[in-house]
T-cell receptor, first 111, second 115 residues
Framework: SQQGEEDPQALSIQEGENATMNCSYKTSINNLQWYRQNSGRGLVHLILIRSNEREKHSGRLRVTLDTSKKSSSLLITASRAADTASYFCATDTLNNNDMRFGAGTRLTVKP | EAEVAQSPRYKITEKSQAVAFWCDPISGHATLYWYRQILGQGPELLVQFQDESVVDDSQLPKDRFSAERLKGVDSTLKIQPAELGDSAMYLC?????????????FGQGTRLTVV
């Protein structure tokens, strides 16, 4: 069963613009992670944020976590055509590190 | 750089046939996951191993799917008999899963087409 839901399902922007994707989840979590997937390939880890953290940065990526609202957002600044991919959030719990994904946001960055 | 190896990359099989996928995780990673991803959807967790033990297989269709990780290293996922609805990408991932760090590393996947 899916744990998270990403919003929007699809996003199309121009190169240089910022892209924001949101993730909502249902149960208490240990960590929340964001992954990227290019078409037909495996997933690549982008960033992990722990349940006791509120914001994290990595290069052009900024992730926020609001555990009271059970939601997270991923911001990609100054987007590039190479950022075109699907982005997924994944959550795990303290019980057994089971990692469950949402349905993803398909990002298209136009050159 | 260490990678998760999966084979085959592509598999076409007829319905009612048996099919098997293999995964070799990153050395030292105790946790191994198998996911199924239907086109346009997110990965769905099928089974999770901690060493050789199954931690979670609640979403595994056990009437036709089986998974094993006998020595706690590489793993095999089997489908018998395959059905048309099993056509999907099957992804394997591994993780140190130490509690504070659950970053997972994915293989390139096996794309299964059942005809």
């Amino acid at each position: 069963s899916q744990q998270g839901e990403e919003d929007p399902q699809a996003l199309s922007i121009q190169e240089g613009e910022n892209a924001t994707m949101n993730c909502s989840y249902k149960t208490s979590i240990n960590n929340l992670q964001w992954y990227r997937q290019n078409s037909g390939r495996g997933l690549v880890h982008l960033i992990l944020i722990r349940s006791n953290e509120r914001e994290k940065h990595s290069g052009r990526l900024r992730v926020t976590l609001d555990t009271s609202k059970k939601s997270s957002s991923l911001l990609i600044t100054a987007s590039r055509a190479a950022d075109t991919a699907s982005y997924f959030c994944a959550t795990d719990t303290l019980n057994n590190n089971d990692m469950r994904f949402g349905a993803g946001t398909r990002l298209t960055v136009k050159p | 750089e260490a990678e998760v190896a999966q084979s085959p990359r592509y598999k076409i099989t007829e319905k009612s046939q048996a099919v098997a996928f293999w995964c070799d995780p990153i050395s030292g990673h105790a946790t191994l996951y198998w996911y199924r991803q239907i086109l346009g959807q997110g990965p769905e967790l099928l089974v999770q191993f901690q060493d050789e033990s199954v931690v979670d297989d609640s979403q595994l269709p056990k009437d036709r799917f089986s998974a094993e990780r006998l020595k706690g290293v590489d793993s095999t996922l089997k489908i018998q008999p395959a059905e048309l609805g099993d056509s999907a990408m099957y992804l394997c991932a591994s993780s140190l899963a130490t509690g504070s760090n659950t970053e997972a590393f994915f293989g390139q996947g096996t794309r299964l087409t059942v005809v």
